[in-house]
C-alpha cells in the first residue's frame, strides 16, 4: 500500500513541476530577456514586470504543489526511490511539455540529452 | 551566447548547490520536525544556517528565471542537473567520500548529457514578447 503511495506522489511530483516549470518558462519569455530589461529600466522594472505576469504566480503555485507532494512521497517512500525516479521522470515529461506547449525544437540532440542527464540522476541517486 | 549569460547558468548550478548543502546541514542540527509542531518549522527559518540556505535559494531562483527568459526550458534544464555533479565532487575532493563506480558513470552521463545540449543552441521557441506585442505603449512608457 504505501508502495503505491509512494508511486502517486511521484506521479503527483512530475505532473507539478512539469506545469510549474512549463509555466514559468513561458512567463519569463513573455517578459523577455531581464538582462536587457534591467540595463535599460532598471531592477524594479524586472521585478514589477514578472510579478505582473499572471503565469509566473500559476507557475510558483505548480512548484508548491510539487514540494509538498515531495514530502507527502518522502514519508511513504525510501529516498532512495522517490528522488531519483521523480527527478529523472521530469527530465523527461518536461522535455515533452516543452516541445508541446511551449514549441521548442526538442531535436535529436535535445532528446539525447534528456535521456542522458535521467538516467545519470538515477545512476548518482542508487 | 555572452560570457554573462555563461555566468548566470553557472549561478544556477553552484547556488542551488550551496543552498541545498545549507538547508541539509542547518535542519540535521534542528533535528526532526514533527508535524504537531508545525511552529517548529517557523522557527527554522531563524537558523542561521537555514537563512543562508534560503537566501542562496533565492539566488538560485533569480539566476534560473533571468536564464529562462532567453533561454529554451530543455536548454536551461541540463544545467541545473550538474548541481548533483558539484555536490558528488565538493563531497568527493573536500569531504574525502567514497564515489562509488555506478556514480561515476552517473556524473560522465550527466556532464555528457549537458555537453550535448550547451553545444547547441540556446533558443528555438518564438513566443510572443509583452515588449513585441505592444510596442506603442512602451514607447510612451519609456
Redesign the interface.
Known amino acids: 500500500m504505501s508502495e503505491l503511495y509512494a508511486w502517486a506522489a511521484i506521479g503527483l511530483i512530475i505532473l507539478a513541476s512539469t506545469t510549474g516549470d512549463v509555466l514559468l518558462s513561458y512567463s519569463m519569455k513573455r517578459v523577455g530577456d531581464v538582462g536587457e530589461l534591467w540595463k535599460r529600466r532598471g531592477i524594479l522594472a524586472v521585478v514589477g514586470r514578472v510579478l505582473r505576469t499572471p503565469t509566473f504566480a500559476l507557475g510558483l503555485m505548480a512548484m508548491g504543489v510539487a514540494f509538498y507532494s515531495l514530502l507527502f512521497g518522502l514519508s511513504w517512500g525510501n529516498l532512495s526511490l522517490v528522488v531519483p525516479a521523480s527527478a529523472s521522470l521530469t527530465f523527461v515529461a518536461n522535455a515533452v511539455a516543452a516541445r508541446i506547449f511551449l514549441h521548442e525544437r526538442v531535436g535529436r540532440r535535445r532528446w539525447i540529452a534528456a535521456l542522458l542527464v535521467a538516467g545519470g540522476v538515477v545512476l548518482m541517486a542508487i | 551566447m555572452t560570457f554573462?549569460?555563461y555566468l548566470?547558468l553557472a549561478g544556477i548550478t553552484v547556488f542551488s548547490t550551496a543552498g541545498d548543502s545549507l538547508l541539509a546541514r542547518g535542519m540535521k542540527e534542528l533535528g526532526n520536525v514533527s508535524l504537531h509542531n508545525l511552529s517548529g518549522l517557523l522557527l527554522a527559518v531563524a537558523h542561521p544556517w537555514v537563512t543562508a540556505g534560503i537566501l542562496f535559494l533565492l539566488a538560485f531562483f533569480a539566476c534560473?528565471?533571468?536564464a529562462?527568459?532567453?533561454a529554451?526550458?530543455?536548454?536551461?534544464?541540463?544545467a541545473t542537473?550538474l548541481a548533483?555533479?558539484l555536490v558528488?565532487l565538493v563531497g568527493h575532493f573536500r569531504l574525502h567520500e567514497v564515489i562509488s563506480p555506478?556514480?561515476w558513470?552517473?556524473?560522465?552521463?550527466?556532464?555528457?548529457?549537458?555537453g550535448?545540449?550547451a553545444?547547441?543552441p540556446s533558443l528555438?521557441?518564438?513566443?510572443?514578447?509583452?515588449?513585441?506585442r505592444n510596442p506603442v505603449s512602451q514607447e510612451m512608457e519609456?
Open positions: 554573462r549569460k548566470v534560473y528565471m533571468s529562462l527568459s532567453w529554451d526550458l530543455t536548454y536551461v534544464l541540463p542537473s548533483y555533479v558528488a555506478t556514480r558513470l552517473g556524473i560522465a552521463l550527466i556532464a555528457a548529457g549537458v550535448f545540449v553545444a547547441g528555438t521557441s518564438h513566443q510572443p514578447r509583452d515588449a513585441d519609456s
